[in-house]
DNA sequence: CGACGATTTGAATAGGATCAATGGGAGTGG
DNA sequence: CCACTCCCATTGATCCTATTCAAATCGTCG
């Protein structure tokens, strides 16, 4: 299937700066298809074949080892991902699977790679895409080894907050086993970690939380921009 | 300071396509300088000024939050850190202190940024290496997320009794209060941690281990290639 | 209604952290 | 060469956090 039909991918960071030639020949080479929900689109360990790009839906990265498994991150439209994997032309370090029904470009990564040698534009686009990915996983691993479970909640919670318009009320993007993974603690501890904000005066009604009492919840959580930022 | 005479970082995979002039205008303007151990040369929060390359020594990246602090990675040469800093213009993520006195080599961002305007050899490069480290990355945090304290020891006393020559036996490149920091525990942990191992074989002698039954180590270790491997 | 999955709660356990105290070099100065 | 000191590493005891296992509850969907 063609992909011509994309002008949200057009404007991607990515893609905003290339010729349109090289573009174009991309795209023709390219699938747009979608998926149900919770199908495995890649597996860690498995040659990086596409660069995937989520246009609607969203998409799990997780990974796993020794039996345990671990959700690495979200990606929502529009965001690509396994970018580093296809440039190094490396197996995928992550598996990924659908989170909802999704639609999703596929470009062949040889594709890329020969658009990367003959695009210089496309190749500074990818460098300024792989040095914010690179700061984004920083981030999470700072996360999860300076904080404890309760912090790293309290700061998320905050940063939903703030994304959706700091009204005094969230939506969790996802169901709360995925936010504990992503948080890297079990579903029983992220209950027991949201009554333990009960008292910062955090209030869950399903997925909807209230945050009554943002000034203690900051002190709580001491959000740090060179943790939380998700700009910079 | 000119630094014209280290083939060693003419040699490293991101400057050795440059084309010449530009490799010459950035050495020009830089710094190699040498300083005395524990010194701090960045601070996260400061604006990337400077790439640096540790030419000779070795660097500790580390990271704090909420008063506690953890040791995120160490460069030894020829190596780089803080290049996507430097490639966004923006601030440190981490901070740096030599951990022996060092011998580095500081390059304006802002040339560093106009070098990779202007060739895009240097841009292709930058991005292989900025794909490296974000796979780097990656895999720690997988590490730190998907195993326990004794499995991350385990996993990296194999890796580095395979960096090593994987002779029966190995040097830990750091004191063992870094180590700790490194693996995400106290240094209580880590020594109670090679207690653990000791039944698998593992003897410690300062900072020289011995691994007298490789075999049982594995089985405990599980390593995993998508975390444990440093090439891919 | 009934079934199923997600979430919550409870109890027991394990994994790590903290605090305190001790042992053990390496380096210093007498 | 020997005390002395300092810092690192180890050990013990205890506390706290988080996981595990089990069971109850809640909501949604057929």
């Known amino acids: 299937m063609r992909a011509t039909d994309l002008p949200e991918v057009r404007a991607l960071r990515l893609f905003s700066s290339m010729q349109d030639q090289h573009f174009d020949a991309l795209m023709e080479v390219s699938y747009l298809q979608t998926f149900p929900p919770q199908l495995e689109l890649i597996a860690e360990g498995d040659l990086a074949d596409f660069l995937y790009i989520v246009v609607e839906g969203s998409v799990e990265l997780y990974a796993r080892s020794n039996g345990r498994e671990s959700t690495m991150g979200l990606v929502r439209p529009v965001g690509t991902f396994i970018l580093a994997a296809v440039l190094k032309d490396a197996v995928y370090l992550m598996s990924a699977r659908t989170a909802q029904r999704s639609k999703i470009l596929l470009i062949p990564s040889q594709n890329i790679r020969q658009a990367f040698q003959k695009d210089a534009e496309f190749?500074?686009?990818?460098?300024?895409?792989?040095?914010s990915c690179y700061r984004g996983v920083v981030k999470e691993y700072k996360d999860l080894k300076l904080r404890t479970a309760v912090e790293r909640?309290?700061?998320?919670?905050?940063r939903y907050h703030k994304d959706q318009g700091a009204n005094g009320s969230l939506q969790l993007p996802h169901d709360k086993r995925t936010l504990a993974s992503v948080l890297g603690m079990t579903p029983e501890n992220l209950s027991r970690a949201f009554n333990t904000l009960k008292?910062?005066?955090?209030?869950?009604?399903g997925s909807t939380i209230r945050l009554a009492?943002?000034?203690?919840?900051?002190?709580?959580?001491?959000?740090?921009?060179?943790?939380d930022d998700r700009t910079t």
Chains 1, 2 share one sequence.
């Open 153 to 158: 909640l309290a700061n998320r919670l905050l």
């Open 123 to 131: 190749a500074r686009a990818i460098v300024q895409d792989l040095a």
């Open 199 to 205: 008292p910062y005066g955090v209030e869950v009604d």
């Open 213 to 227: 009492d943002l000034k203690s919840m900051e002190t709580l959580a001491k959000p740090n921009p060179l943790i």
